[in-house]
């Protein structure tokens, strides 16, 4: 007699079946058989009712002999199956989901399984689950330590990149493979299905652009600059006439006949308060409080480069691109290492990007803006400057009136993000006005307090002084807007160049002739990578080039422009530095050379860009093995 077991060895038969109906030899026996189990929708359905069946058993056999204290619903309408090995084990998180309100399916269930959970996957399982919840088991440890359910997005195996589009997760190796002494750098891992992209490792490897700018801050950052502009473009262009933010303002403050004059001119910039973390608060609240940090690194330990060395505690060069007032409380700043910042704050929470999200509060916030008034300059996706100065004399509302209405518009709109703003009568004014009344406040300088509050402003502070300019002023002694205004302008001048010169002495003086502008006329499109240049050979750096010459030509077409003037930068490995920068995968200490073509006409295409920019790299006659490329 033929025996079908499950994974405790017990004989499985359908419940309203007797053994002998089923435990049959004969071919027709057989499909008697067959036809019996097809009543329960077929053996493998059967036997995963079974086991939901056992798992709810013994669930309920072992609640009331735990103590109350290691109970809960936590996990309630949660179904997870464990792919692997994983910490805790499978039995482990099977008795956690008994104990916690949770399911356990031994066998994934695409339609009934909500979440996966796994250490680490091969590519083609990857593929097969683009589309699932992956999380690690973390994800379970870590909620029954808090209390409860933690957001899944926190513990993503893979992300999935920007919502919405197809998901190239970046694989994980245990081990890290290394750069070999030649230089090469292991290939792609290939897909024979046509329809997903392999994973790309460096520039060269298909599809690796595309994979680079999915998860690069910087690029969306100035995609959607240009896409802020060119939505206010659109709203100025559509607009009908009404505004119905002033309507709201006027309902709230009444009608007013101010005797008093009103102030010449308005300008407010209007800045979100460290937004990327902002936005990823808002879904999650648990951590409301809590020192947070957004960046692409979670535990602070970096990945060494060179062969033979363990990831190092507090080396990770993952970059913090925001960082909330309470993590700044440690001494954090944006941009620092994630491992530094670690080593100041050891309770630091990490969370992911969500760069869908951050263009859907984005486009919130200048909808809202747009209700009162289209004199908007886009700045970026999180900041913007707007004159007011119509809205206030309409209306007789204060600069301070208005501003706090207008914030608590956008934290209401945008579902808990905090803006902060700074009035006066001129855009550098406003700036430096904002920077004192964050974090979630704002600040109307007038005329008569401008000397005043210049005298301690710090000039960094000031618009497009850099790093180069600050080693200037170091050797000037000056460190304030007040030292800076006692520099002849004559010296200003030898130092800093003509025009450079004469902005700086006005704006020590809070002098600023701009205005409110969102036509600008772009300069420059350019598209960099300076990650992943791990090329060996001239054809690899041609590909390549041709595919980041399609990226600019986009860029082109989106910013309705085409250039003249096309430049080639590319960071080359100083002599000093090592072969491998201590980054992983990064370029390390470098030196930059540049060299240019004018075309004969302006051109947006790819293929005329790719063809002169191979052209200027085989003049310099570089070795490949030593470029970055900008």
């Not at 520039?203 to 690029?219: T, V």
């Not at 290492?337 to 670690?342: C, D, E, N, S, V």
């Not at 990226?551 to 002599?575: I, M, S, Y």
């Not at 947006?604 to 191979?614: F, K, T």
Request: glycine share 8%.
């Amino acid at each position: 007699m033929k025996k079908v077991t499950g994974p405790g060895g017990g004989l499985l038969q359908p419940l309203d079946c007797n053994p002998s109906d089923i435990a049959l030899h004969s071919d027709d026996e057989a499909d008697h058989r067959e036809g019996e189990w097809a009543k329960h929708g077929g053996y493998m359905q059967f036997k995963k009712r079974k086991l939901l069946a056992q798992f709810d058993e013994a669930a309920d056999k072992i609640l009331p002999e735990a103590a109350e204290e290691f109970r809960s619903n936590i996990f309630h309408g949660i179904a997870v199956h464990v792919n692997g090995h994983t910490d805790p084990s499978a039995d482990e998180i099977k008795r956690i989901m008994m104990l916690h309100g949770g399911q356990f399916h031994l066998y994934y269930n695409r339609q009934t399984t909500g979440f996966i959970i796994a250490s680490i996957l091969p590519y083609t399982k990857i593929v097969q689950l683009k589309a699932k919840q992956v999380v690690k088991p973390e994800w379970i440890s870590e909620s029954l330590r808090a209390g409860k359910l933690l957001p899944w997005k926190d513990f993503e195996l893979y992300p999935l990149g920007a919502r919405g589009a197809q998901p190239q997760p970046e694989l994980q190796p245990k081990e890290p493979k290394r750069r070999s002494s030649k230089g090469a750098f292991p290939a792609a891992i290939s897909d024979n299905n046509p329809d997903h992209h392999p994973i790309a490792h460096k520039a060269g490897d298909p599809n690796y652009l595309n994979q680079y700018y999915a998860r690069s801050r910087l690029h969306h950052l100035s995609l959607w600059k240009v896409e802020a502009k060119q939505l206010v473009e659109r709203l100025q262009e559509e607009h009908d006439g009404t505004f119905p933010g002033v309507e709201r303002l006027l309902a709230h403050f009444g009608a007013r006949h101010d005797p008093r004059s009103s102030p010449r001119s308005v300008i407010m910039h209007i800045d979100f308060d460290c937004f990327f973390v902002s936005v990823g608060l808002l879904s999650r609240p648990h951590l409301a409080g809590k020192p947070v940090a957004c960046c692409h690194g979670k535990s602070g330990h970096g990945k060494m480069a060179t062969a033979g060395q363990h990831d190092q505690p507090f080396n990770s060069k993952s970059e913090v691109a925001s960082c909330n007032y309470e993590a700044r409380k440690k001494g954090l700043k944006n941009g620092m290492y994630l491992g530094p910042a670690k080593q100041l704050c050891p309770e630091l929470v990490t969370i992911p990007y969500e760069f869908e999200e951050y263009k859907r509060i984005s486009t919130i916030f200048y909808q809202v803006v747009a209700g009162y008034t289209l004199h908007i300059e886009a700045i970026s996706c999180d900041e913007m400057l707007v004159d007011c100065t119509q809205i206030i004399r309409d209306i007789f509302v204060s600069p301070e009136e208005f501003a706090g209405f207008l914030r608590q518009e956008i934290f209401d709109a945008s579902g808990g993000c905090h803006a902060s703003a700074g009035l006066s009568h001129n855009p550098l004014l406003a700036r430096l006005a904002t920077k004192k009344a964050k974090p979630n406040g704002h600040l109307f300088l007038e005329e008569d307090q401008v000397s005043a509050f210049l005298v301690d402003i710090p000039i960094r502070d000031l618009p497009g002084v850099g790093y180069s300019a600050m080693e200037k002023f170091h050797q000037l002694n000056a460190k304030t807007c007040g030292d800076l205004s006692k520099i002849p302008l004559s010296e200003l001048k030898t130092v800093f160049g003509q025009k450079i010169g004469q902005k700086l002495h006005n704006y020590a003086r809070g002098m600023d002739d701009r205005g409110v502008f969102n036509h600008t006329t772009r300069k420059s499109v350019s598209a960099e990578i300076n990650y992943g240049m791990r090329m060996t050979q001239f054809d690899e750096f041609k590909t390549f080039f041709e595919e980041l010459s399609r990226e600019v030509e986009t860029r082109l077409h989106t910013a309705r422009v085409r250039g003249q003037t096309l430049t080639l930068k590319l960071l080359l490995r100083h002599p000093d530095a090592p072969v491998e920068p201590e980054k992983f995968m990064g370029c390390g200490h470098c030196t930059s050379v540049n060299k240019s073509v004018s075309l004969v006409q302006p051109t947006d295409s790819a293929e005329v860009i790719a063809r002169e920019g191979v052209s200027l790299f085989r003049k310099l006659a570089i070795d490949v093995k030593e470029v970055c490329i900008h």
